[in-house]
């Protein structure tokens, strides 16, 4: 059974940095595709950041880029998510996600990912 977690949310005020992580467990992750996402209170959930199976290729939303930096510890089955320079509307609950097929590219599609974690809130005060 698939398991993701996350962690490492909390209240930061503007310009400040919060690393997230997700350790994953029920399967063999170092071959999967991992991605973040967020939703904020009456939004949809969005695309944040995504890492290939091996660490070798980034997506990033426009958003985040450069702000944002998302990387793997296979060793750990763990993704992080190391969020710099943030603003009030990075406000939101961050979910970690994994696809269902192993090798895919590290894609901001919503419907590519087949687990998801509970979320962890992130509030960002200015």
């Known amino acids: 059974q698939v398991q993701l977690v996350e962690s490492g949310g909390g209240l930061v005020q503007a310009e400040g940095s919060l690393r997230l992580s997700c350790a994953a467990s029920g399967r063999t992750f170092s071959i999967y595709a991992m991605g973040w996402f967020r939703q904020a209170p009456g939004k949809e959930r969005e695309f944040v950041a995504a890492?290939?199976?091996?660490?070798?290729?980034?997506n990033y939303a426009d958003s985040v880029k450069g702000r944002f930096t998302i990387s793997r510890d296979n060793a750990k089955n763990t993704v992080y998510l190391q969020m710099n320079s943030l603003k009030p509307e990075d406000t939101a609950v961050y979910y970690c996600?994994?696809?269902?097929?192993?090798?895919?590219?590290?894609?901001?599609?919503?419907?590519?990912?087949?687990?998801w974690g509970h979320g962890t809130q992130v509030t960002v005060s200015s």
């Open positions: 890492i290939s199976w091996n660490g070798g290729s980034t």
């Open positions: 996600a994994v696809p269902a097929k192993a090798f895919r590219p590290p894609t901001r599609q919503t419907s590519e990912y087949d687990y």
